[in-house]
């Protein structure tokens, strides 16, 4: 059964904090994926990886960076948090060629005050 | 890039009748469509994906149509039942471990 994990359910930061969110997997799967998810907008990319060490963007990567040290672990970071980043963010991983599903992670309800 | 619209954006429907969601794309190079079903306060979860050499696939009470000539996809929900109320999302992509682009979402909510 595939387990993608994320670091917190819920996340209150203060402006200008940096924040760190983790995801984790153990299906050993290529590619890992951030979404930012908002009423009305959907699930919207920012950043994705199809290796350790690789990264590209996503079709929303202002204000945000990423970090896969680790085949298991992909990690987004805000380096400045800002009132406009307060949202849900989903962490998806799939596997390249066997497959085309994403599962997501349970999400973190980020609130930036 | 490849752009998802999804229609309705609310859609209610009495118990036992049937729900019809429709999602266009622009990009004639995309060739998977899942579905994704999320309830309140989970995760979002595939629950049926068409590929583009296939017309019509049905699981049990959902189907999913594709026309690609007319770039539209659409999700068949039939006989619904309340645990069917949520938010579906519709989805494109160019291969697979492809980054895929959502639409909107729809919110359904079925009235017993």
């Known amino acids: 059964d595939v387990k993608v994990t994320q670091s917190s359910r819920y996340l209150v930061k203060r402006t200008g904090e940096k924040v760190f969110l983790e995801c984790v997997q153990d299906m050993d799967h290529e590619n890992m994926f951030w979404y930012r998810q908002d009423p009305g907008l959907g699930l919207r990319l920012i950043y994705f990886s199809y290796d350790v060490k690789m990264k590209e963007k996503g079709d929303i990567p202002e204000g945000y960076s990423v970090s896969r040290e680790k085949k298991e672990r992909f990690s987004l970071i805000l380096e400045s948090a800002s009132t406009n980043q307060t949202s849900m963010y989903l962490c998806?991983?799939?596997?390249?060629?066997?497959?085309?599903?994403?599962?997501f992670g349970p999400g973190t309800r980020l609130t930036v005050t | 890039g490849e752009n998802v619209e999804q229609h309705p954006s609310t859609l209610s429907v009495q118990e036992g009748d049937s729900a019809v969601i429709k999602c266009t794309y622009s990009?004639?190079?995309?060739?998977?469509f899942p579905w994704y079903k999320q309830e309140l306060g989970k995760r979002p979860q595939l629950i049926i994906d068409?590929?583009?050499?296939?017309g019509e696939k049905k699981d049990q009470r959902i189907a999913v149509t594709l026309n690609k000539t007319a770039k539209h996809f659409s999700l068949h929900i039939t006989e619904t039942q309340p645990e069917d109320s949520a938010v579906y999302f519709c989805?494109?992509?160019?291969?697979?471990?492809?980054?895929?682009?959502f639409g909107p979402g729809t919110r359904l909510s079925v009235l017993p």
């Open positions: 989805a494109a992509s160019k291969r697979a471990g492809q980054n895929f682009v």
């Open positions: 068409i590929r583009s050499n296939v």
């Open positions: 998806a991983s799939s596997w390249t060629g066997r497959s085309y599903e994403q599962y």
């Open positions: 990009d004639s190079a995309s060739n998977y």
